[in-house]
C-alpha cells in the first residue's frame, strides 16, 4: 500500500495543534452564545408584567388558567383547538410564576364584539391587572372601529367600575348566544349581561 496511514490507524482522529485562528474562533463563538443567552433573558423579562400578545407556546398554560376558572363555573372552557384558532383573540399578563390573566376580544359582527375568557390568577386578583388586561382589549375594539362590546359575567361590579351597563340579555342578537349551548348552566344562566359603548371614545393614544 502506498497509503502512508495503516487500516487500523485510518479511524483516529489527526491531531492538528491548535493555531490562534481556532482559538479566536472558538472565544468568538463561545461569545456570540453568550451574547444571545443574555438577549434572549433580557428579552423573556420584557415579556413580562406587561399586558401583551400570546405567544403559542403559551396556549396550553392559558388553557390551564381558563380551566381552574371554567371549573368554578366563571367562564366556558375552551378546547386546545379553539385556543390555537383564536389566539389572535387574547392578551395575557406574565410573570415569574408563568400566565397571571388572560382576554379575548370576540368579534361577532361588524358593530359588536364580546370580552371574553376574562380571568386573573387568584394571587394576583385586586392589582389592576384584570383593568388592564379590559383596557387592552378596549382600545383594540377602538381601534377596528367596533361601536360597542359586551360581556356576561358573574362579576358586574367588575364591568360596572369600567362603565360597562348591565343591560337585558334579549337585546342582544341572537347569534352571540350560540356558546351558551354548550354552558353546563344551560339554560338556567345567572350570568349578567352588561355593554360598553364605544362610539365616540378616542384611542387612548389620541389617534
Ligand atoms: C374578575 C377578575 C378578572 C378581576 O380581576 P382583578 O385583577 O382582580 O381586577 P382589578 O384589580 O382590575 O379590579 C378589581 C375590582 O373589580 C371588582 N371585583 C373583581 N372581582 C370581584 C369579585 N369577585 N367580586 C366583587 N368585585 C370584584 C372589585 O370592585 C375590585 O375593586 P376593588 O379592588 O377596589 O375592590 C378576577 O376577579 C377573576 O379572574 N375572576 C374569576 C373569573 C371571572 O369571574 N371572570 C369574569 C368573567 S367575564
Keep these: 500500500m502506498g497509503d502512508s496511514q495503516s487500516p487500523c490507524t485510518a479511524s483516529l482522529p489527526v491531531f492538528r495543534p491548535l493555531t490562534f485562528a481556532h ?3 472558538n472565544m468568538l463563538h463561545y461569545f456570540s452564545l453568550h451574547a444571545k443567552r443574555i438577549v434572549t433573558e433580557k428579552c423573556e423579562e420584557q415579556l413580562k408584567h406587561v399586558v401583551r400578545k400570546p405567544k403559542l407556546t403559551e396556549v396550553v398554560a392559558m388553557k390551564e388558567l381558563l380551566d ?18 383564536n389566539v389572535r383573540d387574547f392578551y ?9 390573566g388572560l382576554v379575548a376580544l370576540h368579534i361577532d ?3 359588536l364584539a364580546e370580552v371574553r375568557s376574562l380571568v386573573v390568577r387568584e394571587d394576583l386578583r385586586g392589582q389592576d391587572i384584570g383593568k388592564k388586561l379590559l ?11 367596533i361601536a360597542r362590546v359586551y360581556a356576561f359575567s358573574r362579576v358586574p361590579v367588575f364591568f360596572e367600575k369600567n362603565q360597562f351597563r348591565q343591560i337585558e340579555k334579549d337585546q342582544l342578537p341572537y347569534k352571540v348566544f350560540k356558546d351558551c349551548l354548550r354552558c353546563r348552566l344551560y339554560p338556567e344562566c345567572d350570568e349578567v349581561a352588561l355593554i360598553r359603548d364605544l362610539s ?6 389620541g389617534e
Design 135 to 145: 383596557d387592552a382589549v378596549l382600545e383594540e375594539a377602538r381601534r377596528l372601529d
Design 68 to 85: 381552574t376558572a371554567a371549573a368554578e363555573g366563571k367562564v366556558l372552557p375552551r378546547e386546545l383547538p379553539e385556543l390555537y384558532e
Design 109 to 111: 359582527m361588524v358593530n
Design 200 to 205: 365616540g371614545e378616542a384611542l387612548e393614544n
Design 92 to 100: 395575557v399578563y406574565v410573570d415569574d410564576h408563568g400566565i397571571g
Design 23 to 25: 482559538f479566536s474562533e
